[in-house]
């Protein structure tokens, strides 16, 4: 299984971006979608994550409201759009996926496999 993650850079605070992840290897509409983000200094923590059939979703309270997490699996990937980005959102970016997913996951533990990340910085 690999997941490429790709879309980051650096934006002024209050812009957008979208990341988009791309999956092969297994069979992507089996499989729960989650991105995280890991800042500097600190540890990875959860952003969004998305059902199989890409009619769920949950997010962090710190995104809820501005990222927007989707599918499509006929292009075997998964977007985050973000909007109106603050500063405490620069973060590397990793997609990551459940390939038995029993729910909306939200532990880094509960996914199974990672992409590199991209880095997404934010200027104030």
């Known amino acids: 299984v690999q997941l490429q993650a790709y879309g980051g850079g650096l934006v002024q605070a209050g812009e957008s971006l979208r990341l988009s992840c791309a999956f092969s290897?297994?069979?992507?509409?089996?499989?729960?979608m989650g991105w995280f983000r890991q800042a500097p200094g600190k540890e990875r923590e959860f952003v969004a994550t998305?059902?199989?059939?890409?009619?769920?979703?949950k997010y962090a309270d710190s995104v809820k409201g501005r990222f927007t997490i989707s599918r499509d699996n006929r292009e075997h990937t998964v977007y985050l759009q973000m909007n109106s980005l603050k500063p405490e959102d620069t973060a590397i970016y990793y997609c990551?996926?459940?390939?038995?997913?029993?729910?909306?996951?939200?532990?880094?533990?509960?996914?199974?496999?990672w992409g590199q990340g991209t880095l997404v910085t934010v200027s104030s």
């Open positions: 998305i059902n199989t059939a890409g009619l769920g979703t």
């Open positions: 290897g297994h069979t992507f509409r089996t499989v729960g």
């Open positions: 990551a996926a459940d390939a038995q997913p029993y729910g909306l996951g939200t532990s880094a533990h509960e996914y199974d496999y």
